[in-house]
């Protein structure tokens, strides 16, 4: 079954400090997503993406985030100055279309800033 | 903006049914969906309304009341496996936003 493929599992790095987290999402699939989860709490949404731009973003994703889909395959998600708040498991998600369809999750990127 | 409830914990036996209620308040709204995740893993995908009605798929079901802005969750014939948390998410164009999720915990 096609899956959703994220690098590194988990990561360690000191406040400010960038890190680049890497998926590729499922080889038919056009639209993008990254999600966080806060130890203990809610899947938030980041940022969707299609067509080679953002569809929307949310409060959480500020001037530290950006997003990029360098090749046809790889969706990456940066954080340019890490906070010890950024401290998160980080979910990649892509689908076929946007709206009411089904996202297919990526195991995650654990990410802890010291 | 979104908005979803959810109650933060059930405990039910094995074998028995369990009812997980979600209501909602969205904007752009075109879809509810049902996730499970399990501690420490990603959420996979359950079952989604669109519109209202019952989906039944397997031992899951789930309801959708677009007027009501409500939706459950059934689970029947519990297995230990099923201890998880639930995620409610309500669908808009140009993503899933989710509820903080139900623990489910079984018990033999």
């Known amino acids: 079954e096609p899956e959703v493929t994220q690098t590194p599992s988990h990561q360690v790095t000191q406040m400010g400090q960038e890190v680049i987290l890497r998926c590729v999402p499922i080889s038919n699939h056009l639209y993008f997503y990254w999600y966080r989860q806060i130890l203990g709490q809610k899947v938030e949404f980041l940022v969707s993406f299609y067509n080679n731009e953002i569809s929307e973003k949310s409060e959480i994703f500020d001037d530290q985030f950006s997003v990029e889909r360098p090749d046809g395959s790889n969706f990456t998600l940066k954080i340019r100055s890490t906070k010890l708040e950024d401290s998160a498991m980080y979910f990649c998600?892509?689908?076929?279309?946007?709206?009411?369809?089904?996202?297919?999750f990526g195991a995650g990127s654990r990410l802890t800033v010291l | 903006g979104q908005n979803i409830d959810q109650p933060t914990e059930m405990t039910a036996t094995e074998g028995a049914i369990v009812q997980i209620n979600c209501t909602y308040q969205?904007?752009?709204?075109?879809?509810l969906f049902w996730y499970q995740q399990h501690a420490g893993e990603a959420p996979t995908f359950l079952s989604y309304?669109?519109?209202?009605g019952l989906e039944e798929k397997g031992r899951f079901s789930s309801f959708l009341s677009r007027s009501k802005g409500y939706s459950y969750l059934l689970l029947k014939e519990l297995q230990m496996k099923d201890s998880a948390s639930y995620l409610c998410?309500?669908?808009?164009?140009?993503?899933?936003?989710f509820g903080a999720g139900t623990t489910v915990t079984v018990r033999a």
């Open positions: 998600a892509s689908t076929t279309d946007s709206g009411a369809n089904v996202l297919t």
């Open positions: 998410a309500a669908g808009d164009d140009y993503k899933l936003s």
């Open positions: 969205t904007s752009g709204f075109n879809g």
């Open positions: 309304n669109v519109l209202d």
